[in-house]
């Protein structure tokens, strides 16, 4: 079993910038995709960036060119950092794992808190 610890979310205002870290505990074997998700009060939850173990990345279009998504292979850390930070970027921001053996496994993370606001 996987289990996904989300870390650096926080208040800042409209312009700032802030990075998420995702360290995974226990085994990451079979993991193929990693993943950042938000969802805002009142709204569904949505992709807003992913990587792949080959380092194929993925955006969601609000956040295309002020957010980027990386993984430091060596400490099994997967980051977001988010540049120009808008209010609309305010949401719940979770972290996700699939991995891919006989099935189709996705993990989640408990979720880290952004608010954007003056």
């Avoid at 002020?66 to 305010?90: E, G, W």
């Amino acid at each position: 079993q996987m289990r996904l610890v989300e870390s650096g979310g926080g208040l800042v205002q409209p312009g700032g910038s802030l990075r998420l870290s995702c360290a995974p505990s226990g085994s990451i074997f079979g993991v193929v995709l990693w993943g950042w998700y938000r969802q805002a009060p009142g709204k569904e939850r949505e992709m807003v960036a992913t990587i792949t173990n080959s380092g194929n990345t993925d955006y969601a279009d609000s956040v295309k060119g002020r957010f980027s998504i990386s993984r430091d292979n060596a400490k099994n850390t997967v980051y977001l950092q988010m540049n120009s930070l808008k209010p609309d970027d305010t949401a719940v921001y979770y972290c996700s794992a699939r991995r891919v053996d006989i099935f189709t496994t996705n993990y989640w993370g408990q979720g880290t808190q952004v608010a954007v606001s003056s």
